[in-house]
């Protein structure tokens, strides 16, 4: 049995963004500053690929995994392009193929994989433009994170994961509207 469509589609179209944001990415951008406080572009790009290998396994597996540790020592922008991309791959397949699962374990309790899907999605998108803040989020893909928002934050269970929202004028696209209530300005990034 596979991912409900829907889910899988809103995956697809973050991870080909994430993607196509680092394909942007040169070697000599790898040491700036990302949007993420105190992250480098590498640093972004490295985690980023740790969240969506963790988020494969825990829907493969049915359990969340240990995340693995930091990249050490210096990396390439092409190993860094390559490795997100397989972890990208990974995820999409692992969100097609769930064989049934409808939950995984967190801690020993169930976490629905709709959720997991949505927090890699969240991953995908936002990190992919803490990465590379040329490439905007698509309006559509942003548009649909923002209604998902609330089965991943809850009543502020998830917002120690992410910075404090940013107040935006009236208007303002959905993508900067994603970016803002998940504690990114797109304004006054280095």
């Known amino acids: 049995m596979s991912g409900q469509p829907a889910d899988e589609a809103m995956l697809a179209a973050a991870l080909d963004y994430a993607v196509a944001s680092a394909g942007e990415v040169g070697t000599a951008d790898l040491g700036r500053p990302s949007a993420c406080d105190g992250w480098t572009v590498a640093d972004t790009l490295d985690h980023l690929t740790r969240s969506l290998r963790c988020v494969a396994t825990s829907l493969a597996s049915g359990a969340v995994p240990r995340v693995g540790a930091p990249r050490t020592g210096p990396a390439t922008a092409r190993v860094l392009k390559r490795d997100l991309g397989r972890a990208a791959a990974a995820l999409g397949a692992a969100a097609r193929d769930l ?91 280095p």
């Open 99 to 189: 064989r049934g699962r409808r939950a995984v374990a967190v801690d020993g309790l169930p976490l629905p994989c709709h959720q997991l899907i949505v927090v890699g999605t969240i991953e995908a998108a936002v990190h992919g433009w803490d990465a590379n803040r040329a490439r905007p989020i698509p309006g559509e893909l942003a548009t649909r994170l923002l209604a998902e928002l609330p089965s991943v934050l809850g009543r502020g269970t998830g917002r120690g994961v992410f910075a404090e929202p940013v107040a935006l004028p009236p208007g303002r696209p959905a993508g900067e509207r994603l970016l803002a209530a998940l504690g990114r300005d797109h304004r006054r990034c």
